[in-house]
C-alpha cells in the first residue's frame, strides 16, 4: 500500500495542529508549517520521537513566494505524492470597513484567501497525476454570513468557500475532492479575545474528526460546506 502523504498549514497551533495529529496517527507522513521555526521544530521531534513521520517546514505565507518555496520542499520530503492539503492558516482581524486601509486588506487577502489559492493550484497537476487527493479548506462561519466588524475577515472566508466550489468542480473528473469547512468559534489561541466560555467552544479536535470523516468516504461522495456549530448558539 502506498504511503498516505498530507500538507497541513498552520499547523504550530489550534485547529492546524489538531488536524495534523489526526493524520498523523492515523497513518499519514505530514509536513507540518507555520512562521514560528522553534516552535515548529519542537512540535515536530516530539512527535518524531513518539513515532509519528511528520516533517517541518517554516514559512510566512502572507508573501506568494513562500507557498511556492513551502509546496516544493514539502513535496520532495512526501516523495513527490500529496493525498491531503489543508489550507488552514489564517489570522482574525475585528475592524470596521472604515478602520481597514488597503495595506492592512491586501495583508489578510493574502494569508487567508491568496496562499490557500496559489498551494491548491500547486496541488492540482500532483493529484491530477495520483487520479486523486483531498483539499480541505477551513473557513469559517464568518464565510457564511458577516457581521459588523467582520467585513474583511469574512470576504477572504466567502472567497475561500467559493474557491472550493471551483476546485470541486474543476477536480471532479480526476477525483479530486475539495471541501470546506465553516466553525464557529473553535476553543484555540486565536478565539482566545472572544466572550464565549472555552468550555462552551467547540475542540480542534472536533475539526480534525470531521477531516477524518471525509477521507473515510467512499470515492464518489463529498461533503460541502460542513458548518460546525455550538449547540443552541448560532457561532
Ligand atoms: N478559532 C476559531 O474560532 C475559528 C473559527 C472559524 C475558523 N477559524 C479558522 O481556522 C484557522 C486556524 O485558526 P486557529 O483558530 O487554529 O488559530 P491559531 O491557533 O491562531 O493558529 C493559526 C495558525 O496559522 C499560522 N499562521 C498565522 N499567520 C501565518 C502566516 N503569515 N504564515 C504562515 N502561517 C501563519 C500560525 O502559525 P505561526 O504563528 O507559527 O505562523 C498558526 O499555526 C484559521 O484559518 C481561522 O480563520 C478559526
Known amino acids: 500500500m502506498k504511503e498516505k502523504t498530507a500538507l497541513v498549514t498552520g499547523s504550530t497551533s489550534g485547529i492546524g495542529l489538531a488536524i495534523s495529529d489526526a493524520l ?6 505530514v509536513v507540518m508549517t507555520g512562521r514560528r521555526k522553534t516552535l515548529l521544530n ?4 516530539k512527535r518524531k520521537d513518539e513515532g509519528l513521520r511528520v516533517f517541518g517546514v517554516p514559512a510566512d505565507l502572507s508573501l506568494a513566494p513562500e507557498s511556492d518555496r513551502l509546496f516544493e520542499a514539502g513535496l520532495g520530503i512526501l516523495n513527490g505524492r500529496l493525498d491531503v492539503l489543508v489550507n488552514n492558516a489564517g489570522a482574525y482581524v475585528h475592524r470596521t470597513v472604515s478602520e481597514i486601509d488597503a495595506p492592512s486588506f491586501d495583508a489578510l487577502m493574502a494569508l487567508n484567501l491568496r496562499a490557500p489559492f496559489l ?10 497525476r495520483q487520479s486523486g487527493g483531498t483539499i480541505v ?3 469559517s462561519v464568518a464565510g457564511l454570513q458577516a457581521w459588523a466588524g467582520t467585513s474583511l475577515y469574512s470576504a477572504t472566508k466567502f472567497g475561500l468557500r467559493a ?15 475539495a471541501f470546506a469547512i465553516c466553525p464557529g468559534y473553535v476553543h484555540t489561541p486565536m478565539a482566545g479575545p472572544s466572550r464565549v466560555d472555552a ?19 467512499s470515492g464518489p461522495v463529498v461533503m460541502k460546506d460542513v458548518v460546525v456549530s455550538r449547540l443552541g448558539a448560532e457561532g
Open 163 to 177: 474557491l472550493t466550489e471551483s476546485l470541486l468542480a474543476e477536480g471532479a473528473q480526476y477525483g479530486i475532492k
Open 119 to 128: 498551494l491548491s493550484k500547486l496541488a492540482f497537476p500532483v493529484m491530477k
Open 24 to 29: 498523523a496517527h492515523n497513518g499519514y507522513s
Open 42 to 45: 519542537d512540535l515536530v521531534q
Open 199 to 217: 468550555r462552551e467552544m467547540i475542540q480542534p479536535e472536533d475539526i480534525a474528526r470531521i477531516v477524518l470523516a471525509h477521507l473515510s468516504l
Open 137 to 139: 479548506n477551513i473557513s
